[in-house]
C-alpha cells in the first residue's frame, strides 16, 4: 500500500525503514504518560508506537503533521505492508490534553485503537516501510486542507469528551 510519510531524516529511495525517533521526542516532549496509557489499551496484534513507523494514507495529512515540526522536514511516497494499524491522530491529543486518567480517557484509548467513529486523519501504524520517492515540494496548497481536516477532527474529539462528560 502507498502512503505518505514526513521525517527530519533523510532518505535515500529504496531505503527501509523500521525504527524512528518518534518516541524519543514524544518523551523529551514529557509525554511518556500518553504513551503508557495507550500502551495500556494496545490490542493484541496491533504494533506498539514505541517501536512502529507512521505513516498517512495521504500527502495532504502529511504536509500538515509536517507543518507542525522544526524544520526542514523531508516528505517521502512509501510502501507499507498489508499489515498496518489504522487510527485517529487527533486522539493522542485528546489524551494528552486531559492530563489525567480516568473513564473517559480509557475511551479514547479504545476509540484510538478501534474507532467507530467517522475521523478525517489517521495515521498509519506499521513495523516498517520502504522509501519509494522522497517528493521535492514547492507547492503546499494541500496542507490547508489537511489542517482543517485535522481541526475538524480536534473540533469533534472535544463535542464526544462533553458528551461522554455527560454520560458520567
Not at 132 to 156: C, H, P, V
Amino acid at each position: 500500500m502507498i502512503s505518505y510519510h514526513v521525517s527530519k531524516e533523510d532518505y535515500s529511495p529504496g531505503a527501509i525503514v523500521s525504527t524512528n525517533k518518534y518516541f524519543e521526542i514524544t518523551v523529551a516532549r514529557g509525554n511518556e504518560w500518553v504513551e503508557d496509557v495507550l500502551e495500556r489499551h494496545r490490542p493484541e496484534g496491533a504494533p506498539s508506537r514505541s517501536t512502529c513507523v507512521f505513516t498517512f494514507p495521504e500527502l495532504q495529512l502529511a504536509l500538515a503533521y509536517g507543518s507542525r515540526l522544526p524544520q526542514p522536514v523531508y516528505y517521502y511516497v512509501v510502501e507499507i505492508p498489508d499489515k498496518h494499524h489504522k487510527c485517529p491522530m487527533v486522539l493522542c491529543e485528546a489524551i494528552r490534553s486531559r492530563g489525567r486518567y480516568d473513564g473517559i480517557t480509557q475511551q479514547l484509548c479504545k476509540e484510538y485503537w478501534t474507532p467507530t467513529l467517522e475521523w478525517q486523519v489517521y495515521e498509519l501504524l506499521t513495523s516498517s516501510f520502504k522509501v519509494i520517492e522522497k517528493l521535492q515540494l514547492t507547492d503546499f496548497s494541500e496542507r490547508s486542507m489537511g489542517i482543517a481536516r485535522y481541526m475538524g477532527d480536534a473540533t469533534r474529539s472535544s463535542e464526544w469528551i462533553k458528551t461522554l462528560s455527560r454520560i458520567r
